[in-house]
């Protein structure tokens, strides 16, 4: 049989990026994507403000995305969209434009779990990187989500962890903003760690119930951490800054492993792979190298574009529920709080 040519166009716009790829046969031809700096003077997302740029941007983005594969938009077989989680005005601005566009082509329309998609980013078609085989973990690790899933095929997922209060990356944020860092505070925390002794101060490790997570016991005694000791020193942040920031940084890695490897043991399961912005963090990824050496896993991390919120990663999703036919109708509704 013939294989089938297959362009998918893929849109995300759950939170503050707005973005379109190009996916041809699993291979991604355009990957665009437009941040909003708009956020950073706030020290965090606005959702008035993100859902005003995503109007402003999803136009010229998409435009940028076929251009670049080389393709029309006559030539798209589907579009595939974030259905949710997400920031509602974020979702409704994408969905309606997915929407409008596959009705205007005459084409299907497919509605994609942003955080299946991170976790399908996996199996892009992308040189020198391997596809986890099932069944495997997942960790999804992000500035909104922290879960770890258990996968069985691509559309057999089973949350098994997941936080009880703040995400892996608000607890890096949060951190930072204690510590006076910019936002996003992870990549900065990220850089200042490697310059740092990870055992200088000991932050206690919250006790939480089987594979749950929780983040914001570390915050509060960060933050009162901080406080007792600039009491006694004024400068003591800005003497000790990258010992804290290994600190923090070393502890919330511990958390994240402590768990995985609790999942592993639980399950059976030796195949680990990572996704979600915060899985660009350099620590998190040399901690799951070691894993390999001590607990015999095998461990999977997507190409670094593929990571953060992209399109490439709905697309994918796009492209394996084509061949399925799994589409959705025009009835289809944007949802904030959409469940794997």
């Known amino acids: 049989m013939a294989t089938q040519n297959i362009y998918i166009l893929g849109i995300e716009s759950s939170c503050d990026d707005t973005a379109a790829a190009v996916m041809h046969n699993g291979r991604i031809l355009s ?3 437009a941040n909003q700096k708009i956020h950073e003077e706030y020290g965090g997302v606005v959702p008035e403000l993100a859902s005003r740029a995503h109007q402003q941007n999803i136009v010229p983005v998409v435009h940028q995305a076929l251009k670049k594969a080389g393709i029309t938009k006559e030539q798209l077989n589907a579009i595939a969209f974030t ?6 005005g974020s979702l409704l601005v994408g969905t309606s434009f997915a929407k409008s566009l596959a009705y205007g082509l005459d084409i299907p329309l497919i509605d994609v779990n942003h955080m299946q998609g991170h976790i399908l980013a996996h199996y892009i078609d992308e040189d020198g990187f391997e596809k986890p085989p099932f069944p495997f973990l997942a960790m999804t690790i992000s500035g909104g989500h922290t879960q770890i899933v258990r996968c069985d095929s691509y559309f057999d997922m089973t949350v098994i962890g997941e936080t009880i209060d703040d995400a892996v990356g608000e607890a890096f944020d949060k951190s930072g903003k204690i510590l006076g860092l910019g936002y996003p505070a992870g990549p900065e925390i990220d850089k200042r ?4 002794n990870p055992k ?7 006790k939480v119930d089987e594979l749950n997570f929780s983040f914001s016991g570390l915050k509060t005694a960060i933050l009162y951490f901080i406080q007792n000791e600039t009491k006694n020193n004024p400068n003591f942040v800005e003497e000790n800054l990258n010992d804290i920031c290994a600190s923090i940084q070393y502890t919330i890695i511990s958390i994240l492993i402590d768990k995985l490897k609790l999942a592993s043991k639980e399950t059976g399961i030796k195949h680990i792979a990572i996704g979600g912005g915060v899985s660009a963090n350099s620590g998190i ?3 799951l190298k070691d894993g390999e050496k001590k607990f015999g896993w095998t461990t999977y991390v997507p190409k670094f574009e593929f990571t953060t919120d992209n399109a490439a990663m709905i697309a994918i999703v796009g492209h394996l529920k084509y061949l399925e036919q799994e589409f959705a109708d025009q009835s289809v509704a944007a949802s904030a709080r959409l469940k794997i």
């Not at 259905?83 to 509602?88: A, E, F, R, T």
């Not at 760690?193 to 740092?196: D, H, N, T, V, Y």
């Not at 200088?200 to 919250?206: D, G, S, V, Y």
């Open 31 to 33: 990957n665009i994507i």
């Open 83 to 88: 259905k949710g989680p997400g920031l509602m």
């Open 193 to 196: 760690a490697k310059l740092g």
């Open 200 to 206: 200088a101060f000991k932050f206690t490790k919250p």
């Open 285 to 287: 990824r040399q901690a």
